[in-house]
């Protein structure tokens, strides 16, 4: 299909379509004629994630082209690939942070081997310290009710990994961390309201 | 403590705290002069909160207003402010959207009433577009292994507020859904870490 058939097919403007091009996020279609390039299904589908990341997900365009690097890059290592994702989601902390002490505190209390340098580490940091900012309560109890209930949904996400390629299983966990977390959300605040009405 | 003490004790540079009076988000100290206003422990306590908001879950200040505005209204139905409060996080989406069918499918499957009027409802539809757009898997099978997931968690985490005031209540539901968020996604991007790494 041409440039305005992708368009159309995506329900994304020409112009938005030309600046994934330019910015490296879209490969260019097979060119056919001076003027003309040819695009297919697997462009239709890149301008797809793109809108997921972008719209739904709310992710600014630097964090989206982080998370296409790490997905479009053949060798990368599951871990160090996730790691990476993590890192272009919410909250965007440094990382190492100077001190991690809470959310070591939390790892040791789960007893979990606690990475300074996993950004997701540094993310949890800044979750506590906001709770902390808040008034908000935190302590080991409330940390295991959280984990208990994570925990075993991550396994069952992460289960279809170990039929993958590696280059599929760094595709579906980042992708699927970034994509999920939103449904999650969506889901909570649903049961909140469910159990708030039967008050 | 005076406007300088209460930007040391909070962190937080004069000016930021004056732009927040302005905005009317943190009440003026009581007038000690002409020049100078005194401010306690419960300033200290909003600045936090506004930083916890702004700074770790990264809202827009509009959004920011308008959870404060949820909490400070005195005879706020809980239902009603958990929904404007559900409203002002993210993904930002019209509601009702024209259509949210996914949403109401994925409801009726869990056997819970849809109502296409209350914000979470949308933002479920919206996120479960964006995996169909990225080419994520979303069926009844999977809805009700997040939905599993997240119903305990919630009962859990609203079973104080049986014994709280309706406006504590209030509080603590729309507070503690926006900021418990973070902890969620930061402890299940460490768990599909440990998991991975087990792989």
Redesign the interface.
């Known amino acids: 299909m041409r440039i305005s058939e992708l368009a159309t097919a995506s329900g994304v403007p020409i112009a938005t379509l030309k600046f994934y091009l330019r910015e490296g996020m879209l490969e260019r279609g097979t060119v056919t004629a001076a003027t003309r390039a040819e695009y297919g299904p697997e462009h239709l ?1 890149r301008v ?2 793109i ?3 972008t ?4 992710l600014p365009l630097a964090k989206v082209r982080e998370i296409l690097a790490i997905i479009d890059e053949p060798d990368a290592d ?2 160090a690939a ?2 990476h994702g ?1 890192a272009a ?4 902390v440094e990382t190492p942070t100077v001190t991690s002490e809470r ?1 070591a505190s939390t ?1 040791r209390a789960l007893g ?2 606690f990475d300074p340098e ?4 540094a ?2 940091e ?11 309560a ?1 302590d080991d109890d409330i ?1 295991r ?3 208990d ?10 289960a279809p ?2 039929s993958m390629s590696d280059r599929e299983a760094v595709a579906y ?1 980042v ?3 970034a ?19 039967d ?1």
Chains 1, 2 share one sequence.
Do not use: C, D, F, N
Request: proline letters at 6%; charged letters at 20%.
């Open positions: 589908e797809g994630l809108g997921a990341l719209g739904v997900r709310g599951l871990v996730m790691g993590v989601l919410p909250p965007y959310a790892a979990i081997e996993y950004p997701a580490s993310q949890l800044a979750a506590i310290e906001g709770l902390e900012r808040a008034g908000l935190w940390a009710r959280y984990w209930a994570v925990l075993p949904l991550a396994r069952e996400e992460l990994v170990s966990a992708l699927g961390t994509l999920y977390e939103p449904v999650i959300l969506a889901l909570r605040r649903l049961a909140h309201r469910r159990l708030a009405e008050r």
